[in-house]
């Protein structure tokens, strides 16, 4: 199983957490908030096998993306073959800070030497991180919990990018409608815990058996079938890390 967006570091216990998740077999990659997270968590993930951290700079978080964090950022970026979480945020929750929030983004698109592994948040702003990506970095990233249009949907899977679908997205109906437009081939997985919620406890990455599970519904197959579709799809976007030399 892979879970590609986790805030595993935001659990009230997070080593016993990544230990669950290790022991389930799931391959997790460990999203950060901002640079500062991720040094914090960095000494706790070396005794899991099964862990990437992720270097982050959320939009949500954008009056706290001083410029410590992004020189932070940029010293570490070489270090990880995984960024995430970033991207834009133009809800209600962030219009506020829209106009810092592109500045950091693309900064964080300039940073990127090479392919890495980029999950990014886009939540009413999908046309926009659309656009910057082809404009800073041409490479695939991945929608987390994309919440957006079909029309840009369609202008993402044309430029190759991926989506990952979380627990949440398979219990909602405009959920289920994007997931159903993903092709088979674009599809990964992720739990977005703590965030998610599964009834009254928070989501935790071995949840993604039930995302394989809805997907192999919507595809027609059993659940190892859709497994399989899954890990194929990320070995597919991580190869050129591994070729590129880059850090995992």
Request: aromatic share 8%; charged share 20%; hydrophobic share 40%.
């Amino acid at each position: 199983m892979i879970d590609t967006h986790c805030h595993l570091d935001l659990y009230p216990n997070p080593t016993q957490t990544a230990s669950e998740a290790q022991n389930a077999g799931v391959f997790s990659i460990l999203v950060t908030n901002l640079p500062s997270a991720f040094d914090a968590a960095h000494p706790h993930v070396k005794q899991f096998k099964k862990i990437r951290l992720a270097l982050g700079l959320h939009p949500l978080v954008a009056t706290s993306h001083t410029d410590v964090e992004l020189q932070r950022f940029k010293a570490l970026v070489a270090q990880t073959s995984f960024i995430g979480e970033v991207g834009l945020d133009f809800s209600r929750e962030g219009v506020a800070t829209k106009t810092r929030q592109i500045e950091s983004f693309r900064f964080v698109l300039k940073c990127l030497q090479g392919p890495k592994f980029v999950t990014v948040h886009s939540r009413q702003a999908e046309a926009a991180v659309l656009d910057l990506v082809e404009k800073e970095y041409q490479r695939p990233i991945v929608f987390h919990w994309y919440t957006g249009t079909q029309k840009n949907l369609l202008a993402a899977l044309q430029r190759g990018h991926f989506f990952s679908i979380n627990p949440a997205m398979i219990l909602s109906p405009k959920g289920r409608a994007i997931i159903e437009r993903i092709p088979p081939d674009r599809a990964l997985t992720e739990s977005d815990g703590p965030f998610v919620k599964i009834g009254q406890r928070n989501a935790v990455p071995s949840d993604v058996a039930l995302v394989e599970t809805a997907l192999a519904n919507i595809w027609q197959t059993d659940q190892l079938s859709a497994r399989r579709i899954v890990a194929s799809n990320f070995e597919r976007l991580i190869e050129p890390l591994r070729t590129d030399g880059a850090k995992s």
